[in-house]
């Protein structure tokens, strides 16, 4: 059941279900929108899958190519924004907080590994994610990318963990009165009701 008029058990179910998103294909959480800051100040806006969440430490984390411009965008600012929503459940989460990244260390290694083979295929392409390419299927993966060693394109792989510092639960209840409270962190979550 879906609290709607408890601050404690929203912000614990929040984190409930974020950490079931990152180990749950079916989760409508896992695809999540992340906000960066690109070129000129532009909001740049995608989409990510979420693959790590951990209540405690307040952080939830994603894979992705480090020669990407999503990565070169929070390598200079690390502030970011992700947006999740539930459309069967009415229920709409926004999180806010500050992006570690991580290439060839130990948290990008432990990520590795935990990669099913094929999910690594991807990082293996000599062409960096948003080049030009002369036809759509130059930068299909070559059945060698498919056969490689089983660390090659590890130095293109990149864990992005976001350390959430202000989460934002939106409930609609058509007919019966929207609920919207936000959350900051303060040594503990404090929350607030909101005007939906």
């Known amino acids: 059941m ?3 008029d408890d601050l404690d058990a929203i912000i614990a179910f929040a984190w409930h279900e974020l950490e079931r998103a990152a180990n749950d294909r079916d989760s409508h959480f896992r695809h999540t929108q992340i906000a960066t800051t690109g070129p000129y100040g532009w909001p740049q806006l995608r989409t990510v899958i979420l693959r790590h969440a951990d209540a405690v430490q307040r952080r939830v984390g994603f ?4 020669r990407s411009a999503k990565f070169a965008e929070m390598d200079t600012d690390t502030s970011v924004a992700l947006a999740a929503h539930d459309r069967p459940r009415e229920l709409q989460l926004r999180l806010w907080g500050q992006a570690e990244l991580h290439v ?3 948290q990008a290694k432990a990520a590795w590994e935990g990669l099913y083979p094929p999910l690594r295929v991807p ?3 000599p062409f960096a994610p948003g ?5 759509p299927g130059a930068a299909d993966p070559s ?3 498919n056969n490689a060693e089983p660390n090659e394109g ?3 792989f990149g864990f992005v963990v976001i350390r959430v510092i202000r989460l934002e639960w939106l409930r609609l209840r058509p007919g019966k009165g929207h609920r919207r409270a936000r959350f900051e962190w303060n040594g503990g979550w404090e929350g607030n009701w ?3």
Request: proline share 7%.
């Open 104 to 106: 060839e260390d130990a």
């Open 131 to 135: 080049r030009l390419i002369d036809a």
């Open 154 to 156: 590890f130095q293109n």
């Open 2 to 4: 879906i609290p709607e």
């Open 194 to 196: 909101l005007a939906p």
């Open 63 to 66: 894979h992705t190519d480090c």
């Open 143 to 145: 059945s060698a990318a």
């Open 123 to 125: 990082y293996r392409t």
